[in-house]
């Protein structure tokens, strides 16, 4: 069964950058699909933030081209993101989920960010 | 970007109802939509893929449809089980973009 679980700091300050991994049990990532980022702000809808694959073909959401940054590492079976700059609108619950054909059949339960100082 | 756009926002309900949820894309998506449940404190879950094959374990009173731009989420006997937030997502172009969101509430 196809697992995943979010990693990282809970409290990030303005401007600084975020840093988050998702561990992926059950499935080795350079089997196939692609992994992606999708986030929601507290009572809001859903971001799509982007997707890679194993072999590190990717894309983003232009709306974040610019600050987000996806990696994945098959030897840990593990994907990353990297959010540049941020601020309060950043505050969000961020889940990693399994792409497949851009529809996402897997998601790890989330993790909050706060970004305050 | 396609825009998605949900309809109602929000809607009371009483178990055994049947209940309908509107997605509507700014564009053709072909059968490019899926659809997704949200209980609280949950991530989303996957009901239905392309418009209208339901995800292995779905219940079979969920079931989806669509006619042109519009596709259509229907519960058919609503459960209490079912009472959560409801988001459509189309998959034919990147970005990727979500409805706004249903919120299926007891009435």
């Known amino acids: 069964q196809v697992q995943l679980q979010e990693s990282g700091p809970g409290l990030v300050k303005p401007s600084e950058t975020l840093s988050l991994t998702c561990t992926v049990s059950g499935y080795s990532i350079s089997s196939g699909y692609y992994w992606g980022w999708i986030r929601q702000p507290p009572g809001k809808g859903l971001e799509w933030i982007g997707s890679m694959y194993h072999s590190g073909s990717s894309h983003y959401n232009p709306s974040l081209r610019s600050r987000a940054s996806i990696s994945v590492d098959t030897s840990k079976n593990q994907l990353s993101l990297k959010l540049s700059s941020v601020t309060a609108a950043d505050t969000a619950l961020y889940y990693c989920?399994?792409?497949?054909?851009?529809?996402?059949?897997?998601w790890g339960q989330g993790i909050l960010v706060t970004v305050s100082s | 970007d396609i825009q998605m756009t949900q309809s109602p926002s929000s809607l009371s309900a009483a178990v055994g109802d049947r209940v309908t949820i509107t997605c509507r894309a700014s564009?053709?998506?072909?059968?490019?939509l899926n659809w997704y449940q949200q209980k609280s404190g949950k991530a989303p879950n996957l009901l239905i893929y392309?418009?209208?094959t339901l995800q292995t374990g779905v219940p079979s009173r969920f079931s989806g449809s669509a006619s042109g731009t519009d596709f259509t989420l229907t519960i058919s006997s609503l459960q209490p089980e079912d009472f959560a937030t409801y988001y459509c997502?189309?998959?034919?172009?990147?970005?990727?973009?979500f409805g706004q969101g249903t919120k299926v509430e007891i009435e």
């Open positions: 997502q189309q998959s034919s172009n990147a970005p990727l973009t």
């Open positions: 989920a399994r792409d497949s054909s851009s529809i996402f059949h897997y």
């Open positions: 564009q053709y998506i072909s059968s490019d």
């Open positions: 392309e418009a209208s």
